[in-house]
């Protein structure tokens, strides 16, 4: 079982930047992958970006590609999501799940067993 807890959301203007945090209870951290999702009001939840369970891979959906950095620190059990040039269309409440199986496809919500509350990111313009 792994509990996840998402933090650092708010409330920011286009243009700059916020780091998401995500930390996780459980021993097993560091062998699951770990990746961010985010929903938009009236829009279905989308992969943002993925991590594996040793950092050394990592995916982003186009739309924040080269914007925002996923990392993780596995003696901290914890996942972040450093997001730059915000945008208003970035504006969602983020996830972060965790995915138990090596080799999943990571961009699939089917991937993941666990998911945390959410965290609200509002982007103004």
């Known amino acids: 079982q792994v509990q996840l807890i998402e933090s650092g959301g708010g409330l920011v203007q286009a243009g700059v930047s916020l780091r998401l945090s995500c930390a996780a209870s459980?021993?097993?951290?560091?062998?699951?992958?770990m990746g961010w999702f985010r929903q938009a009001p009236g829009k279905e939840r989308e992969f943002v970006a993925a991590?594996?369970?040793?950092?050394?891979?990592?995916y982003y959906a186009d739309s924040v590609k080269g914007r925002f950095t996923i990392s993780r620190d596995n003696a901290k059990n914890t996942v972040y999501l450093q997001m730059n040039s915000l945008k208003p269309e970035d504006t969602a409440v983020y996830y972060c799940?965790?995915?138990?199986?090596?080799?999943?496809?990571?961009?699939?919500?089917?991937?993941?067993?666990?998911w945390g509350q959410g965290t609200q990111v509002t982007v103004s313009s």
């Open positions: 459980g021993r097993t951290f560091s062998s699951y992958a």
């Open positions: 799940a965790a995915a138990p199986l090596v080799g999943a496809l990571l961009n699939r919500e089917g991937a993941y067993d666990y």
């Open positions: 991590i594996r369970w040793n950092g050394a891979n990592t």
